[in-house]
């Protein structure tokens, strides 16, 4: 109940226009109770207010900088995809492949480790990793790929581009 009241009283000194009083912060800001908050007094909330826009529940709109150059275009989105049997009922060993895929890729800057897609039964198992250059990404991840015992024979999809037809792909067997 506290809330509500403190709640109505703010949004009727705002509508009446009674936010320039003295108990208001100078930076056009209201405190208000959080609701996990309501039964405390020694923590407030400052929620920003528009008082051109007051009483509605539109943000204020942000103007860009004039000196703001255009956004860089993205790099290409280059994948790596690698297809495997994954010959184990629990995922423990995967999970911590992952991991070291994950490390390898942040070590070389190469881009990142998505995640995975993996059959009820593990036959049929893939990873998805993606960055700039793939190329790049796969020799970050290769070494690794090749310690695991279960990767032995495992197919690695380099895509030099976004996943549209034509775009070159080269396909590498993991030494069994």
């Known amino acids: ?29 209201v405190s208000a109770v959080s609701p996990d908050q309501a039964a405390r007094d020694d923590a407030p909330v400052v929620l920003p207010v528009d008082r051109a826009g007051a009483g509605t529940s539109e943000p204020p709109e942000e103007s860009a900088p004039e000196s703001a150059e255009p956004a860089p275009e993205p790099a290409p989105e280059h994948s790596v995809l690698v297809y495997f049997t994954y010959p184990h009922a629990e995922l ?14 942040v070590a070389a800057s190469a881009g990142e480790f998505d995640g995975n897609e993996v059959s009820v039964d593990g036959t049929d198992c ?6 700039p250059d793939a190329d790049a990404l796969f020799a970050a991840v290769r070494p ?20 549209d037809d034509g775009v070159r792909e080269v396909e590498v067997v993991l030494a069994r």
């Open 144 to 163: 690794v790929l090749e310690a695991s015992e279960f990767m032995k024979g495992a197919r690695v999809k380099l895509r030099y581009g976004p996943p």
């Open 92 to 105: 423990t060993e995967l999970f911590a492949l992952e991991e070291r895929l994950s490390e390898a890729i």
């Open 1 to 29: 109940m506290r809330l509500a009241v403190l709640g109505l009283l703010a949004l009727t000194a705002l509508a009446m226009g009674c936010g320039d009083t003295p108990e208001t912060p100078a930076d056009d800001r």
């Open 126 to 131: 893939m990873l998805f990793m993606y960055g």
